[in-house]
T-cell receptor, first 116, second 112 residues
Framework: AQTVTQSQPEMSVQEAETVTLSCTYDTSESNYYLFWYKQPPSRQMILVIRQEAYKQQNATENRFSVNFQKAAKSFSLKISDSQLGDTAMYFC?????????????FGKGTKLSVKP | NAGVTQTPKFQVLKTGQSMTLQCAQD?????MSWYRQDPGMGLRLIHY???????DQGEVPNGYNVSRSTTEDFPLRLLSAAPSQTSVYFCASQPGQASKAFFGQGTRLTVV
């Protein structure tokens, strides 16, 4: 079975500090993409960052970066210089490609609170 | 710049009623899908479509029907609403199999 596990249901961080959200996944495929999505209280799903599994280099997007460990099937998200607007649910997800199905498989989410 | 449009945003149904959640995208994406989001459960796939005329079941399809007569539209039908279908529903579209997904704003459905 293909699964995504986010072991931290809730986290909090002080404004301007750094926080890391954990994610592990399980798939027997070798070709896939990994994603982190942010869902603020507005309910909109916003793509934060994407990582191609075949790339060894970790993806970065401004204050957001990932630590991708393919052998360990781990994909953590680091948020630097946390801002109040980062308060949201964060979902880790992946898509296999190369076969006939290309649907996102999500973790259960981590609720992040950034405190002033 | 519409993207993915879902209607309605909120809906209250009585048990046993039927309704259709609408989803339309203007990006000419082949892949479309429906998810439901429940507290502590993340997003779970209900149905998906890889193109007009082609649909398939996801993880939690029971109680829902879909059809895809055009590339743009992918409605989700609740046949006989049950309280267990109280949830937030998201429609998504993707330009390709492993591409970034574009999400609608979601529909909060309450079945009483």
């Amino acid at each position: 079975a293909q699964t995504v596990t986010q072991s931290q249901p809730e986290m909090s961080v002080q404004e301007a500090e750094t926080v890391t959200l954990s994610c592990t996944y399980d798939t027997s495929e070798s070709n896939y993409y990994l994603f982190w999505y942010k869902q603020p209280p507005s309910r909109q799903m916003i793509l934060v960052i994407r990582q191609e599994a075949y790339k060894q280099q970790n993806a970065t997007e401004n204050r957001f970066s990932v630590n991708f460990q393919k052998a360990a099937k781990s994909f953590s998200l680091k948020i630097s210089d946390s801002q109040l607007g980062d308060t949201a649910m964060y979902f880790c997800a992946f898509i296999n490609y190369g076969g006939s199905q290309g649907n996102l498989i999500f973790g259960k989410g981590t609720k992040l609170s950034v405190k002033p | 710049n519409a993207g993915v449009t879902q209607t309605p945003k909120f809906q209250v149904l009585k048990t046993g009623q039927s309704m259709t959640l609408q989803c339309a995208q203007d990006m000419n994406h082949e892949y479309m899908s429906w998810y439901r989001q429940d507290p502590g459960m993340g997003l779970r796939l209900i149905h998906y479509s890889v193109g007009a005329g082609i649909t398939d079941q996801g993880e939690v399809p029971n109680g829902y029907n879909v059809s895809r007569s055009t590339t743009e539209d992918f409605p989700l039908r609740l046949l006989s609403a049950a309280p267990s279908q109280t949830s937030v529903y998201f429609c998504a579209s993707q330009p390709g199999q492993a591409s970034k997904a574009f999400f609608g704003q979601g529909t909060r459905l309450t079945v009483v």
